[in-house]
């Protein structure tokens, strides 16, 4: 490149990249140099997440405004999303029931499961607890429980599809973000141990069924 085109080129790179920040108004405070966001323990952590899952866009998003470098908390929090997620989807469907009067029938089966999906998230945070400890203890059981938040999702819509087509697809958009955010906090879920070595974390996960009211002794799980 001669240098008036390697100029320009360095224009658009600057331009490209504050174009960029500015899309993004509401950082966490510690972040202050927003340029080299990506160079940032918070982006380091929040990639080597995302890495994993299908829809790294998503999960990016979902991240990014959690403020902790943690990855552990990272992976809570990408939990709690989806958890609040599902919420917001059962609020979809009662509010769609007007629309539906003949197929509410249908609109409460959706509902019946998702409230299914809420219990198993109560029985996913007290294996989980709050750290790396009680996430690993609790490994199996933990992944369990999303596979069937997860398959909650699924059989709702698939109720629904032998009823009304229009309906399901109504209700897939209300309730699809809370069916993918489970998705992720399961594609998470599914290579954690490669997300730990990532990151250095060396921590033994237990491929045993646990009991929500039991966490297993710290000592057995980790070293
Ligand atoms: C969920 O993921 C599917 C497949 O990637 C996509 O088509 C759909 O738009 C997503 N739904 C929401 C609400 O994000």
């Known amino acids: 490149m001669n240098i008036p085109t390697k100029l320009a080129f360095a224009v658009l790179i600057l331009a490209a990249a504050s174009a960029a920040v500015m899309a993004v108004p ?3 405070k510690t972040l202050v140099n927003k340029v080299n966001y990506v160079f940032t323990p918070h982006a380091k952590a ?3 997440i995302c890495r994993f899952v299908q829809d790294k866009r998503l999960c990016c998003k979902t991240l990014k405004h959690v403020p902790t470098d943690d990855p552990v908390q990272l992976i ?3 939990a709690s999303a989806a958890e609040t997620a ?3 989807g059962l609020k979809f469907l009662d509010g769609i029931k007007p629309k539906y009067q003949s ?3 249908a609109i409460k089966g959706c509902e019946k499961n998702l409230n299914y999906a809420l219990e198993d998230f109560a029985e996913f945070w007290k294996l989980a607890g709050k750290d790396l400890t009680s996430m690993a203890g609790n490994y199996f059981t933990c992944k369990q429980k999303i596979t069937s938040i997860f398959g909650y999702h699924s059989t709702c819509l698939d109720d629904i599809n032998g009823i009304d087509k229009n309906l399901r697809k109504e209700v897939e958009g209300g309730v699809g973000l809370g069916k993918n955010l489970t998705g992720e906090a399961l594609d998470v879920y599914a ?3 490669d997300i730990l070595n990532g990151f250095g974390i060396k921590a033994k996960l237990n491929e045993k069924e646990t009991d929500p009211l039991q966490p297993p ?3 057995e799980y980790y070293y």
């Open 76 to 78: 809570r929090s990408l």
């Open 103 to 105: 197929k509410e029938f």
């Open 26 to 28: 509401a950082e966490p």
């Open 46 to 48: 929040v990639a080597g």
């Open 191 to 193: 290579d954690l141990k």
């Open 86 to 88: 599902v919420k917001n």
């Open 217 to 219: 002794p710290i000592s």
